[in-house]
């Protein structure tokens, strides 16, 4: 089968197209490993569907695990043939199949995003801006970039040494005052549909060129893993851009399975205890002195635990609440806030009102399959493990950034 599993969206003009076999060699099952407690196929669709200038994102497989995966994160699936799936079949090959299915869904469709899961830092504000800069140049194809200030060698006839971008034999220049040079992220390629059909290349014609703030790695080695895993656990590499981060005036967050590992210890007389984090104290904590943000706890449970640990914190509280969104609504409107100053927190299906209507919306790494499908920002760690503390991190590094 090769057509799509779900019913098609006719408006569709710009598609992402994600290419993750199963068969990878170097690392195997490359594409499900997680960065950040989210598997690179998990971050790719993630990304996709945070950015407004893509209508449809799918990722093309030849593997049901991996196919799984997608769906979990709300991407739809291609199945790729196993003749366009093995270790010689270039990119363009799997784009240009996964290209004339969808056109045969949208007939609309005039462009088109490719991103690589090997590049796990890609957040929706990239692709967007890689879109934009395509369309103000009036260029065929564009491309993510990184800035690079080299010194660049090569070989001259003679087999020594000569200088490529600068003159070894004159006065050696600062870096900064060398050309401007970039090289390819390798993250993100976009194109104008006709020219990349009439070229079957992504570099079909006029190229721009869209410089990312990113860690320079692709993954390709278990050391890359451990690399972007341990720059991901810092918290200061969201997939959320930094604008939509700026924007949060009220952090708002369930209890169970956020502040909590979505467990209960029951003793024999049926009194009932939680774990929470000291790490996830210490951010909340540190964001609340920051001034910045008014913060809520908003749970369901009747647990008089809920209410000890938010004075524990200094937070505000409402628990026992059926109907979130109400309560909600109440609330905003007498901080004078609103819908889009909100970041909800939530990990369950009873977060999912507010989770829809909130300007942003995060959920530790366990959350149920259908908060994972939704919410805009999947938090490196499980609730009541860090979840919250990444977050509070990097919230304070953007206000600090801001204000430099």
């Known amino acids: 089968m090769t057509r799509f599993e779900t019913p098609p969206v006719t408006s569709v003009k710009t598609a992402c197209i994600i290419l993750a076999r199963g068969g990878s060699k170097g690392v195997p099952r490359k594409n499900l490993r997680p960065v950040g407690g989210i598997s690179l196929v998990g971050r790719s669709v993630m990304a996709g569907k945070s950015a407004q200038g893509v209508d449809h994102v799918i990722v093309s497989t030849d593997d049901e695990e991996i196919a799984r995966e997608a769906r979990r994160y709300g991407g739809e699936v291609l199945w790729r043939p196993e003749e366009l799936s093995g270790d010689t079949a270039s990119s363009e090959v799997g784009w240009l199949h996964a290209y004339h299915e969808l056109k045969r869904e949208h007939p609309a469709l005039n462009r088109l995003v490719f991103l690589q899961c090997t590049s796990p830092f890609t957040t929706g504000a990239d692709i967007d801006g890689c879109l934009a800069e395509m369309e103000q140049k009036g260029a065929d194809c564009a491309l993510s970039v990184l800035s690079d200030h080299s010194f660049l060698w090569g070989y001259d006839e003679a087999g020594f040494g000569v200088g490529l971008n600068h003159n070894e034999r004159a006065q050696r220049k600062r870096r900064q005052d060398l050309p401007p040079s970039f090289r390819e992220s390798g993250a993100i390629y976009c194109v104008d549909a006709e020219a990349f059909v009439r070229t079957g290349q992504r570099f079909c ?25 341990m720059i991901a656990n810092t918290g200061k590499q969201p997939m959320i851009g930094a604008e939509r981060l700026a924007a949060v005036k009220a952090l708002i967050m369930d209890f169970d399975g956020v502040h909590t590992d979505n467990k209960v210890i029951v003793d024999e007389t049926g009194r009932e205890s939680v774990v929470t984090s000291r790490g996830d104290g210490m951010g ?11 913060l809520l706890i908003l749970s369901k449970e009747r647990n008089p635990v809920v209410l000890r640990r938010a004075e524990k914190l200094g937070i505000e509280v409402f628990h026992a609440v059926d109907d979130k969104v109400a309560a909600l609504e109440t609330w905003l409107s007498k901080q004078g806030l609103s819908w889009e100053d909100v970041l909800y927190v939530g990990n369950d299906v009873n977060d999912l009102g507010p989770i829809r209507k909130a300007g942003l919306s995060a959920g530790p790494s366990d959350s149920h399959p259908d908060v994972l499908r939704e919410i805009d920002w999947v938090l490196p760690h499980p609730g009541g493990n860090g979840a919250l503390r990444s977050l509070c991190d990097c919230l304070l590094a953007c206000r600090s950034r801001a204000s430099i």
């Open 284 to 294: 909340l904590s540190m964001l609340r002195a920051s001034g910045r943000y008014r």
């Open 205 to 229: 014609g006029t190229v721009a060129l869209f410089p990312v703030d990113h860690p320079p790695v692709e993954i390709d080695t278990l050391a890359d893993f451990d690399l972007c895993s």
